[in-house]
């Protein structure tokens, strides 16, 4: 994955110590440079960072001015924050990471419009021939229940068909697109009398499981945005494995913080107000129609799963 | 490019006129919902828009209270907010279009952050057999002087052999796609014996000049910013043809802003501190260094091919 | 509020239909133009819009393409993005509008920064004697248990005393302005031997009671969130009135939007995670404690408070 | 300005250094926490950062890929970057500064809406009697020419008579808010008989210039749009001190960015279509008429005095 003249930068990078008077997060620290594997070919690295919890509580206090006086603890200070969405002191903690993905997945990455993104270039430089292709447990049939999801997994033997047709269809490919460049795999010119096609042309015949690599930076408010949406179990299996390998580094950067993401994000449920309604009525005893409360039958279901004790009076029980 | 059932919505959708209270374009809605050509299967299509050259002007003048008394024309007034980047009014008028454009162009298109897209899911929906395929006197040779863009065109035989390996390319890439899903062209399952693989999977096969298409919202301010990047002789062609087709929209919808943007930024040139400090020099017949004064070697031809006139005594003449 | 002059442009206004081809909500149109009065001197006025419900459900379509075929109606798919965020359909609607309010309730007003807005500018021209001056009935002590909310109402005598203080200041603040600009309250100079300080310098000694007007445009899903959180019983009432008559114009622009966001956004409540725990305990009838799931004092009230019937037992009952 | 608590904690962040892997800017760091003082009780003060030059040209860098290996040195690639608006890497380094300043000078400030901004609260905390008074050499009139900017300074006896009406206000106000609040000026209740306003209602008779305070950070990209509007001739006074003492901070955290950014932001002009005709054609000897080529009035006046040399010939001569 990585060349031994890159081994030997990361190295000579995590060897080099300066002292700072800013906030440093020793576990973090202990993290920085070194790439976290993902999928078969990518990878996660933390490059820079600043703040901390310690920040986001100075950052909360200055709103709150003498009259914090009597707060409570850091932790409780964070966890209220994020309980009522203060969002504004987790947004001067910052991270930069860098990433090798495949296209497909940056594709979705980069939905999410408020990190500062710096790209490889494909039409400025070649792309290299690194690709992905998932684990044939990883390999599954169209989701009948969820119309943008995946379902069992492919028996052994036809899963590698499958992966036969995908790297056979990415070599190929690969292969044309330096034909077309009329280079070989060091970068050499094949042919000096043959036309050499424009990098920005000739890419357009590689498919998206091709691995592309970026700079990324974002505020952990917008990141925690992302995990939510990213290292959930509705994300594509993917891109979650990129936000599960993040989360990872999250949680050594700002444990109070993590915590609070963990309760009142990650593991938090969002009660409509019919469903409460209908939550209070069962509660109390009364009578109910959870369909009349304007529930629809997906949510009924939920509410089920939610809380089985009570899932027979939600059917009309 | 489009069904029968399509052109007869969008021949409903032309042909139903209501009486409205907001300020109204004449000359755009001309040009709603009519698809406009781009590249060989692309299109850009006017889908709503709010606002106009009056509601910026409009707009200004909250700023300038009682003080606009004897503020000039309307003219003159998006000139002077056009040359001073007093961009707030011109975000006031906002514009929706649909845009089908092959995947490379998206991920251009795309890193700009500041408007709404919501585009065609391939993890919900089968991607339809349409890819882009240059005209062969699109077909260039990479630049030797530019790294990011192509130099000569190619002799139509060797086009078209670029041609046929980009279109059997994506044909078989295609074919295999529909392979993993176990649909045939019509979206019929082929054997239901055999495994469907999940859309999100299947699609990673794709090259990236396959189509996709999504709505795109973004204020006027926004849109004259990515059209000045991508209006530009240094931008991919591809993406330079969708900027042109939008450009032929704005100059419709809002006729003195877009003069001004022709004139304060598109036709604009920045001259640097030290440029300045040069021509000024020249003009005077003062000596003077350019390097000394410093400006790069590659600043200097710029310099020289701005004022051809002053060439010889920027080169040392 | 308005001068005759501004009367007359907005009756003509009003007046003067045009036919578009664009999407058109009649409920909106009745209410174009009209300022909604807010406080005693401020104001809400819908200046311009763009889509609707109709415009939300077909972005939302263009991302689900072939697969939308059995997607249910409207209101189940609008209802069905709110409830699981998916935002970016909600941006496709947008929304202008003329304000006129206190700046202290600009200052809260501005944090949103989503929107874009165009304000009347105190370098540029004098401010109106316009201050916004409570009704006696909202002259409130500080609340005991909210640090930023407000307590008790004051007695009648009381309040008078209040209001004539910052009636006092408010009028000799405004005086002194005109004093130091040289100008009388029409605008004229006082005395022409008499420097007329800087209209930048003079507004220093205004208090942040007084009145400015903007243009805010602001897209619909950053507008829902700014209601949600202005519109709610923790914002300042000043600003709060502001968000209730906006929350009228939405529930006429986009009524099955309006039902999604009272549903799953202003009547929802968010469970934690240890809360959800507590809460399936107590239904299992298990006995809990939930101090120890990691609930707060503060949090273990709110949830008696949400649900009454099982208050003894998150209390230790 | 400090508390001797506050010295005393500035003291003792700055007396802590601890080893960090992360890119460190020593001179940035001998200016850290150590506040800088603006106008009168105003400061700004470095209380984080992250990155530098050698960030920038290292995110620059992976969009280059290998293309780059014949890339010139750090200096260039910076300058080109800077010079053709390559923004993102600029947006790779952050920084967080701790403010305070006149309200009226806030409201300028978060016009800007690409920045993290937590301020401190007036309606959770009591605002301190701390208010901006200008010095009298920067009392002056309004500026004939200018609608927005001041002319002449004051004669001084004139300039104390403006100072005493703005410190009499200023003085009553805060005056009657501790009243309101029945507070005195060390927070303690005046009257425990009596009510105690809520501090959300009392703070409204305070004048816009009292002092707030407010963490505020913002990427470089967006701090030097933001410095190049505010650290120049048309900003208004106060808020370009500001801008000029972050200007410092910038100068020694990133010295090769800084230096682009004066040659081509602060120092550099943008020539319209227009004008570079205009030019072209005086520089060719050829007959031109800059009005019939659509220079306004101003504008011509503006490049005469770009270059005084041949403003005869612009001028008609």
């Known amino acids: 994955m990585f060349s031994n003249d890159q081994k030997s930068a990361i190295e000579a990078a995590r060897a080099a110590w300066t002292p700072t008077r800013r906030l440093v997060v020793p576990a973090l620290e202990e993290a920085m440079y070194e790439p976290v594997s993902v999928l078969d070919t990518g990878f996660v690295r933390l490059v820079d960072y600043m703040g901390g919890d310690d920040g986001i509580v100075q950052g909360a206090r200055v709103s709150y001015g003498k009259g914090t006086k009597s707060t409570s603890d850091d932790r409780g200070l964070i966890r209220y924050l994020m309980r009522n969405r203060h969002t504004s002191p987790f947004e001067l903690a910052v991270i930069k990471l860098h990433v090798r993905a495949p296209i497909f997945v940056t594709r979705q990455w980069f939905r999410h419009r408020t990190a500062s993104i710096n790209e490889y270039s494909a039409r400025y430089s070649v ?51 330096l034909d077309l460049l009329n280079e070989d795999a060091a970068g050499g010119t094949v042919d000096p009398t043959r036309p050499s096609i424009a990098r920005e042309l000739a890419r357009m015949n590689l ?28 994300a594509q ?13 999250v949680e050594k950067w700002v444990p109070l913080t993590f915590g609070a993401f ?49 899932a027979p009076r939600l059917n009309g029980g």
Chains 1, 2, 3, 4 share one sequence.
């Open 127 to 177: 792309l290299e021939k690194e690709f992905y292709f998932p684990r044939p447990e990883d390999i599954a049939v169209q989701s009948a229940s969820n119309k943008q999801g995946r379902g069992t997994t492919l028996p052994p033997e036809q899963a590698q068909q499958v992966l036969d047709l995908l790297r056979d269809d990415a070599a190929r490919c690969y292969d044309h697109y």
């Open 262 to 310: 963990r309760d009142y994000m990650r593991d938090a449920t969002l009660l409509s107000g019919p469903a409460l309604r209908v939550l209070r009525a069962v509660m109390a005893g009364t009578p109910v129609d959870p369909k009349a409360e304007g529930l629809s039958r997906r949510e009924i279901t939920e509410l089920a799963t939610l809380f089985p004790e009570i």
């Open 237 to 249: 299996y993917e891109i979650r494995a990129y936000a599960d390998a993040i989360l990872g580094l």
């Open 207 to 234: 498919p998206v499981n091709i691995m592309t690599q970026f700079y990324w930076q974002i505020n952990l408010w917008n990141l925690l945005h992302f995990l939510r949406l990213r290292a959930d179990s509705h």
